[in-house]
């Protein structure tokens, strides 16, 4: 279950904490704004109250956040400067939360931790009793981030804190008791799971919450229908509570809960045996589904319908069920697939405005101050000694700024990364461009080192992509035919980096070889680093070098050997210098994952023989 699942059950209780805060920042809006371009205008007011502004600050924010606007979180950041000038602490706590919450529904998850990290800084610091809040938060996002054990770390934190806390409504309580049997769940404790659902029915009762109480019988049916084995008890509990819940969510209207709940009971169901109930689950999901609308859960619905008429022995209605579902889905995973590429080129082109603008403000600022060091150097000499004190304060404090700014760039680079790494897995298309991006930057790049260092992660990126290429053609998407890919990948290799001046001879031995989708790229890489490596450093004479690569394979594992007949180890540099290269380091990474081993030996009668086994 994903976090954004685990913050509709949060936001249950504490997206209106501190209904009613005191301070004067609760005066409403004089007249209904909605449109962004109104709340702008209005905030540009000159003479508006404090109480106003902050308001209109958040409804603005709210609006950003949903457009996906890069100003959301400035917007954002100045409603909590707002509150924290006039010292209203509980609003600025309110005020992260809500950046927090926004932050996580567009997976911002840096974002989203290091305000949860202010929240908890501001709340201890002024003895604030929502400090639990952003310790659940934190909760949260370790289990979203797979990090589920430290997630419950911090959950039962947050539940020692919120014990101890006053003005906890019963609301909340429930919600934070239901987050921790979500993390149970992750981590598949599903004893663990019925005891916190179980307690968090009576103050979700107390509080009157229908979709809290619906959750919780939700909750409870999808447990006993995971457990195993899957007794006719187990599964009529499941049946029992989710029945319960499918009333409560329609009820209140609560579309999309219903809807989840009515397609977990077809599956149960279906498990039972029980054919004609699944389908007819299966048709209230599919109705719900299009009335809302909801496409994900309209092409599950038709997938479980497809089960029930293929359980009936209806192949044609199966048939027909079956190729809607996967038509929806591959449009839904088109249309997502667009709408991340073009929020990842907005803010690429947003990020690399900032790092401009930043550089020509540095950039002034050095040149104001070589001017008044000019200037004040034509006083006296006391008056030179001072001012030459308090220029170098000026220019050690330029230099860390300027670190701290080099440090953001350098860590919104790897979030970049991850986030490219996430939106271009196994697309082959969305690979090319990253390496036409590299190709870009390294055109633009004055250092041949930086430029040396983005030619090789180009060439690691391009062994993915050929990959993909491979399972694009592939009539098995799960496997590799390695022999074919390596064979392919050499010439590749050998075409871009074999000089002139210094020939070498390609020589290959391919057995057949099959690996799945996830090792093949491990593989490949490895194989990328080993060849390049060799091409690089082991051929330094004038004469002709000759490099043999060969891969036989085993029933259950493979050996690949990379000889060469350079000017071996010693003169390549080895020692613990090149051991703690990034080369190398990515070779046994690479070999770990692959639970293989990597050896390296002198070749008769010069050169390196490299060999990766796995047994």
Known sequence: MSCSKLLVVMGLALASAFPGAAGSL???????????DSLRGLLEQRGLP????FRLLGALRDKLFAQADPDARKVGEQAVSLATLRRDWPRASEALYQLIVNCERESDYVGATAYCQQGLDLTKTHKLPDQWRFTQCLGLLAVDTKEAAK??????LAYQQQAGATKVTPGQRGSLLLNLATTFMVLEQYDSVLHYAARALPPMQQANDARGIGSVYQFKGEVYALLQPHTPARLDS???????????LRQHRFPSHATASALALARTYRLMGRTGESQKAAELALRMARETPMPEYEAEALACLAW?????????????????????RDSLFSHDKAQALARLQVGYDVKLLQQKNRAAEFEQRSQRARLQSLL???????????????LYWRLRRQKALLAVANEANRQSAAEKEVLLQEIHHRVKNNLQLVSSLLAWQSSVLPDPALTAALAGSQSRIQSMALVHEFLYRADNLAQVRMDDYLAQLLDSLHTSLNSPERPVQLSTDLQPLILEAREATSFGLLVNELVSNAYKHAFRGPGPGHLHVSL?????????????NGVGMAAEGGGEAASRSLGLQLVRRLAKQLKATVTASPSEPTGTRMEVTRS
């Open 308 to 328: 029930a008429e293929a359980d009936q022995g209806k192949v044609a209605r199966s048939t027909e069920y079956d190729t809607r579902s996967q038509e929806l």
């Open 376 to 390: 004040l150097l034509l006083g006296g000499l006391l008056a030179t000694l001072g001012v030459g004190g308090w």
């Open 552 to 564: 036989s394979s085993g029933p259950t594992g493979f050996q690949l050997r990379v000889i060469d």
């Open 50 to 53: 404090d109480s106003t502004r």
């Open 26 to 36: 609760d005066a409403p809006i004089p007249a209904p704004v909605t449109a962004i």
């Open 151 to 156: 997630g419950l770390q911090w959950m039962r």
């Open 238 to 248: 499941a049946v029992t509570n989710m029945r319960r819940a499918l009333p409560i």
